[in-house]
């Protein structure tokens, strides 16, 4: 069953404020077998999904548009460690016409137009932030670690530095993906280069300078670089070695 099916319906029922008793009636199923359905424990035969899309007046999944922006998602993310920024906003693009043209509810969608906007055009995420953490819930785990990231680094920009701090030293204590850990330990570096703790920022830029150069990302090593300049000049140093 592709990947996203149930958690759409959930999230479409629960956002037309359609009860699971009501919607398993009309579509001539339990309850119960309903929540397996909405939880992916289950694998329905496509009639039935077909129409229980019908009876919330939603695109069929199985056109695989939740796949896409699943897909699209997974693109922009890596687009945006490598700093592809023209590429980043061709996904993001792609992902908004895909929403506004199919009408239908999608996680990701929230989240990619949360990083985007914080990254990209500084505007206020508030209300974007507000809906990312309404399907927060619905969210795969690795796609809960992009989000704290992104959410601790909204968190710095408005100086919420202890919250921003704790998300972050978190995420270096449980992600396996190699990606978000250097961007967290960079983040991390210029947090405690801002509070004047510069043998911590010293450690955590090149720890994050390691990793980006083991990635071949040497456009934000060069990043982490002049932060462990900064941190050198902080503690009195002449040079780097």
Not at 74 to 79: A, F, G, N, T
Not at 190 to 208: E, H
């Amino acid at each position: 069953m592709e990947h996203y099916i149930g958690q759409y319906i959930k999230i479409n029922r629960i956002n037309q404020n359609v009860s699971a008793k009501f919607l398993a009636s009309e579509c001539n199923i339990t309850p119960a077998y309903l929540s397996k359905i909405e939880n992916d424990l289950v694998h329905p035969d496509k009639s039935i999904i077909i129409h229980i899309c019908k009876e919330l007046d939603i695109p069929n999944p199985y056109f695989d548009y939740c796949q896409l922006i699943s897909n699209q998602f997974e693109k922009y993310i890596v687009s945006l460690y490598y700093n592809e920024k023209k590429s980043c906003e061709l996904i993001f693009e792609s992902v908004s016409k895909i929403q506004k043209e199919e009408d239908f509810i999608h996680p990701l969608t929230f989240l990619v137009e949360f990083i985007h906007k914080l990254i990209f055009t500084q505007e206020d995420v508030t209300s974007i932030i507000n809906s990312s953490l309404k399907f927060y819930l619905f969210l795969e785990e690795s796609e809960k670690e992009i989000f704290n990231l992104y959410y601790a680094i909204f968190l710095r920009h408005f100086n919420n530095y202890k919250l921003a701090e704790k998300q972050l030293v978190l995420l270096t204590k449980t992600t396996k993906n190699k990606m978000l850990l250097g961007l967290s330990y960079y983040h991390l570096g210029i947090i405690y280069s801002i509070n004047g703790d510069a043998v911590s920022a010293l450690i955590n830029n090149v720890l994050a300078k390691t990793i980006f150069d083991n990635s071949n990302n040497y456009f934000r090593g060069l990043y982490a670089l002049t932060h462990i300049s900064i941190s050198y000049l902080q503690l009195g140093k002449n040079n780097l070695f």
